[in-house]
DNA sequence: GACTGGCACTCGCCGATTCAGAGTGCCAAG
DNA sequence: CTTGGCACTCTGAATCGGCGAGTGCCAGTC
């Protein structure tokens, strides 16, 4: 059985109202607020049709209906309309992101930006080393037996990691190992170096072989290996809201959750090119989070993505302008990073 | 009037059961798990002596005591044994520490560490800036207008900011505008550096003063105005342990002082030598944790300090066991960095 | 003077009970 | 297919009473 056109209104109806009042809506309140040009009754029986079909449900006997998350799945597929941006959240945007110095301050600023204009827990990852490129390598001496190797890409990212030599190395003999580092790997994407480094220890001299296959390994290890995303969080006061009530009572496992980086990754990763991805309470591969929503997208400059934004929330959430600002911020900083 | 021993006894026997069962405790309870040699009657005398005083409270009229901030001022002052680790948890602590390959790496791991020790919020600040000194600066150009800056610090820390230079610089100059700047700075603390960095712009000559003026600008906007500490937080779902009851049912104002890091800093900064600093309660500046308790210290190699970490729970806390646990925590770690 | 046992009293908690209101499902009629 | 009407259900708030923990005080004892 299809639903039709009104069933669908109504099914709207229920979920704005819903995440507005955060109570379970009935049908009188529905044609009061809404102007369906229907009756109670005829509201109640199409109700009773969209709980059968499984996409609202009552709390309890008699009490108004409550959208499923298969409710807020078709909802979001196909009846929200998209809400655009009021000028005051692009200002605040505009605001809130000019003046970064650094990308650690663009991620900083983005990350509490989109926790304050959703009013939800934002995350933000780093631009993701495996798609950028080796802009500089330095090698600094520290001591005689200990360098220490900083990655710059052209992402802005900037890595850095102490490596513990075999045996004392001269400073001129760093100062070389420098250049042919930066000649063989410089402009290279990461992901493409591991045989590339091969390559370069292979074709050091013997003498010299033992610290470049040193530096080699702690090159591999953090750039590839030890796939070293980086996220930054924001908003968990946000979840403290609505006393509550989302989240059956205890925010435990969500914070819990949120302080995994592996599991912000997983959210707020596995880009696609260009989509909004909305994941809705169980559609969530991870238990903690059940009962929450989260809305993510890729971003990056150009059309290109270097990395993942989003935020979670309840799964009561205004999806259509959770969505819109989402994407706006996407696209800010998009713009923001293709100007470096 | 002042409080003889057995009030004192029972001050404390209070404190250990209320943080122990987190209920009101009543003098016949006391008197059977706590082996005063005196009956239910005397210790309530005691109790109404020391409610007198503002050590405890009840309440509500005929329930339990419950300690004051005052009553677990005295207790931690006064009253509290200096309880040891287990060997479990040192070798927790050791087992947790090694391995730790990066500056970034020992601050995460200490802060997971500390929260999971001691069952609360933990913050760890990185080594402060403004107490280390400049192992080796590097200019890394990216184009002919912008260079890289890169700090690195002899605790460990490296810090980079993106130099937007005012005209066109050859790489050469590059090179050895970095072996002047390391001459001058490398090796001073960084809190002297500000008159060293005018002195480097004066002593430039004239064609390419312009270029060090921006970059000294930069060098002293980065090292010292926005003085940069930084900090780690963990620990957050420990706040939503024991249903909330501490905390007064919202976790809100919390976590919102936890989202400010000037928040924590005050927390945790702000560190006398080798003093273990209990903020309890009201004592805190910080209107939103009035509810709360701080335990924190500073760290370093040796005796030097040049950080501070600590933690974060309810007043109802085993402020002997967290105090302990801390101190430990800090100690290894300022081994650990005392190694580099 | 300090401690103790006894006793009356207070008051919050818990379960049961009641009541009103919101909302439903169903039915018969338009 | 829609609508108005109606009986029914169930929750949440408010009320009530008994229970019990815990207290404060007092008189007696060491």
């Known amino acids: 059985m299809s639903l039709d056109d009104r069933k669908l209104d109504v099914l709207r109806a229920i979920v704005e109202d819903y995440v507005a009042t955060q109570e379970p809506v009935g049908s009188k309140s529905l044609v009061e607020r809404h102007h369906l040009g229907v009756s109670p009754a005829t509201v109640r029986n199409d109700m009773a049709v969209l709980e059968e079909e499984g996409y609202i449900r009552q709390p309890h006997t008699s009490a108004g209906r409550v959208p499923t998350d298969a409710g807020y799945r078709l909802f979001v597929d196909r009846l929200s309309r998209v809400k ?126 033992p610290t470049m296959a040193c530096l080699a390994s702690v090159l591999l290890e953090t750039l590839v290996e030890r796939s070293d995303e980086r996220v930054a969080l924001a908003g968990t006061a946000n979840l403290a809201r609505g006393g509550m009530l989302d989240f059956q009572g205890t925010l435990r496992p969500v914070l819990e959750a949120l302080e995994e980086e592996v599991i912000l990754l997983k959210l707020i990763g596995e880009v696609e090119p260009s989509t909004t991805r909305v994941r809705i309470g169980d559609e969530n591969e991870i238990d903690n989070l059940r009962s929450a929503s989260v809305v993510s997208t890729g971003y990056g400059p150009g059309t290109t993505i270097v990395g993942g934004l989003g935020v979670l929330g309840p799964t009561r959430m205004d999806y259509p302008g959770t969505i819109a600002t989402v994407r706006a911020v996407a696209r800010y900083v998009g713009d923001l990073l293709a100007q470096n």
Chains 1, 2 share one sequence.
């Open 84 to 209: 655009a941006l009021s000028p005051a959240e692009r200002r605040a945007i505009e605001r809130f992101l000019v003046g970064a110095v650094d990308l650690d301050d663009v991620v900083h600023r983005t990350v509490r930006l989109l926790a304050q204009l959703t009013r939800q827990v934002a995350v933000v990852q780093y631009p993701s080393l495996a798609r950028s490129s080796v802009r500089h390598l330095e090698l600094v001496p520290i001591s005689t037996t200990r360098v220490m190797l900083v990655m710059i890409a052209d992402t802005g990212r900037v890595e850095q990691r102490l490596v513990e030599l075999p045996g004392p190395v001269a400073a001129d003999a760093v100062t070389e190992m420098r250049s042919t580092v930066n000649d063989k790997l410089g402009g290279q994407r990461l992901a493409d170096t591991p045989p590339l480094v091969q390559a370069l220890v292979d074709d050091t001299p013997v003498d010299r072989r």
